[in-house]
């Protein structure tokens, strides 16, 4: 019977899984992998792809895009304790984006003699053995393990998946031992453990008297709205939420969204900010969404009856959370709301359609005078030097095409982004879900692995290209051939940070002296910076934008290098901090 060591099975595992792609930043850790996939590539056997990334939080946030795309988990391999703390911001927005991923990361050796194979022979075994590795990313995983013997990798791994693949879907982290990965086992010793029989749990619908609650509510209702995050993580739902909304006249708003959740030229869409609407509304839903509103701004919400369909209620990792809710339902958010849609078009009649068909007509003025409002602000150009954010985002929505997925770091921008680039295409555009900055351009790599076809448009604000290990970026967009567009918006610090501030303290030292710690530019004259000569380092083709006028040409320039299979940055001076 032939004998192969762990690092065989566990690759054998990650094919029985349907795992695509390992994005990797490798070590001493993982030398018996590496032997094992030069084995197998000298067999022409097949294996997961191995995607080298310069840095970890380009390989984690890779696996996001792809997840994002695709609903799948990928694997990630990081080296020891160093390479899992370079992961574990990004491991955090991938936990609060709710996507799942295998982090792989080895362990020190344990022996230190030579006593087995694989044992410490280097300095760096001793000072990266750490007490409790597993510390970094505990708060941020749903499932961690050591992996103790060869002989349960199979195992092991059908279970990692599991967890990763569950409701609510997140990451999972395991602890590789080097000795562990070069054990020699009998391959009789090594059953399957198939997905269809140690797989995940999927959230469901909801028994038919809670749906006729809701359906009760929503019918009763005057002034019905909806606020969501992350329910268009399911393109299905998109479709379902805007004929619920249109059957019983909800205005939907999305506060920090993380995807796309109701087109935006629908005429339900209430836009980003739901102040004006809780302010107004008799029942509020709040649909798979992790903040809603900023409690301490929204006095009127406490009064509001509210409705809550997440497939995470209780926000269990938030420790502090603080939203009233009058009735909580847990579970697939497409499902529950065709279930409450069935049963709403079931009882409709006339007298009511035409009821809701008013209450839409009725809010046709303030769609015309919000309307009005983005048209004003996208033709305010600017000027040299200090380009209105507003007019950039308008003239890329000119630019760019419905089917374009645009991922949206513009930090305090970030709104007037909601505002001018709009989408009307489900997975067509990515917000920030945690609290990790950085995240757009690993993001933007891993949805271009993952749809080639498509056009990936990244919008940074400087101070977080900073954060997302840029030549990391296009070395590997360079290497593997993943043209994406970076928009750099440089405003020349931290706005967030000055504007943190001035909420706390409107009146204080930090305001009278302009003095917030947050300009990352000095105004001297021999001062540079030259993002778009990280990017032209590893091939990609870069425009620095100063003048509003030239922002067009700039635009077809960038698009017409990517779709020619070249990364483009724009880096676009926009009015300072």
Not at 76 to 102: K, S
Not at 279 to 301: I, R, W
Not at 342 to 370: H, L
Not at 392 to 404: C, G, I, M, N
Request: glycine share 8%; proline share 6%.
């Amino acid at each position: 019977m032939p004998t192969y060591s762990t690092a065989h099975y566990f690759l054998e595992a990650l094919v029985d899984l349907g795992i695509d792609y390992i994005f990797a930043n490798l070590g001493t850790d993982h030398v018996p992998l590496i032997e094992e996939i030069a084995r197998w590539d000298s067999e022409g056997r097949r294996h997961p792809k191995v995607v080298l990334c310069p840095h970890e939080v380009v390989a984690v946030h890779m696996a996001a895009g792809y997840a994002f795309a695709t609903g799948r988990g990928q694997a990630v391999f990081v080296h020891v304790d160093a390479g899992t703390a370079n992961a574990c911001m990004a491991i955090q927005n991938l936990f609060r984006y709710r996507l799942p991923v295998m982090l792989f990361a080895g362990r020190a050796p344990f022996t230190l003699h030579g006593e087995l194979t694989g044992s410490r022979d280097t300095y760096v075994h001793f000072v990266q053995d750490s007490f409790d590795q597993a510390s970094i990313v505990r708060p941020y995983v749903k499932w961690e393990y050591t992996l103790p013997s060869g002989v349960v990798v199979k195992e092991a791994l059908a279970r990692a998946a599991a967890f990763m693949h569950s409701d609510p879907p997140g990451p999972v982290y395991m602890m590789l031992p080097r000795e562990t990965l070069a054990e020699i086992r009998d391959e009789q010793q090594m059953p399957g453990y198939p997905p269809a029989r140690y797989g995940s749990v999927k959230a469901g619908g909801i028994e038919p008297a809670r749906a006729r609650t809701v359906a009760d509510a929503l019918m009763a209702a005057e002034t019905p709205i909806a606020l969501t995050a992350y329910l268009g993580r399911n393109p299905d739902a998109v479709a379902v939420l805007e004929r619920l909304a249109l059957a019983c006249g909800i205005r939907v708003a999305e506060f920090n969204p993380v995807t796309m959740n109701i087109p935006q030229h629908s005429p339900c869409f209430a836009g980003g900010d739901p102040a004006a609407l809780i302010a107004n509304a008799d029942l509020g839903l709040l649909v798979d969404t992790d903040v809603p509103f900023v409690p301490q701004s929204v006095n009127a919400a406490d009064t509001l009856r509210w409705i809550q369909i997440d497939v995470d209620p209780l926000k269990a990792d938030i420790p502090m959370w603080g939203f009233a809710t009058d009735l909580r339902i847990q579970g697939d958010s497409a499902i529950i709301l065709q279930q409450v849609l069935e049963i709403v078009e079931a009882r409709a009649d006339e007298a009511y359609r035409t009821k809701v068909r008013r209450r839409i007509e009725g809010w046709e003025p303030i769609r015309e005078a919000g309307e009005a409002k983005r048209r004003s602000a996208a033709a305010q150009k600017g000027e040299p030097g200090a380009i209105n954010p507003g007019f950039l985002f308008a003239r890329l929505q000119a630019l760019l095409s419905e089917d374009d997925i645009v991922l949206n770091e513009a930090v305090r921008n970030a709104p007037v982004l909601q505002q001018q680039l709009r989408r009307t295409k489900p997975m067509t555009y990515v917000g920030l879900a945690g609290g990790g900055l950085g995240f757009s351009g690993g993001m933007a790599l891993g949805l271009k692995l993952a749809q080639p076809a498509r056009r990936i448009v990244q919008i940074v604000g400087d101070g977080a290209f900073h954060f997302s290990a840029p030549d990391a970026v296009y070395a590997v967009s360079q290497q593997y051939r993943l043209p994406i567009l970076t928009v750099v918006l440089d405003n020349g610090g931290w706005q967030a940070v000055k504007a943190s501030v001035q909420r706390v303290y409107p009146d204080g030292e930090a305001q009278q002296a302009d003095a917030f710690l947050s300009k990352l530019r000095t105004g001297r004259q021999d001062e540079q910076r030259r993002f778009v000569d990280i990017a032209r380092a590893f091939g990609a083709h870069g425009e620095r934008i100063t003048d509003p006028d030239g922002l067009d040409e700039a635009i077809a320039r960038c698009l017409y290098a990517i779709d020619a299979g070249c990364a483009a940055v724009m880096h676009v001076d926009v009015v300072p901090l």
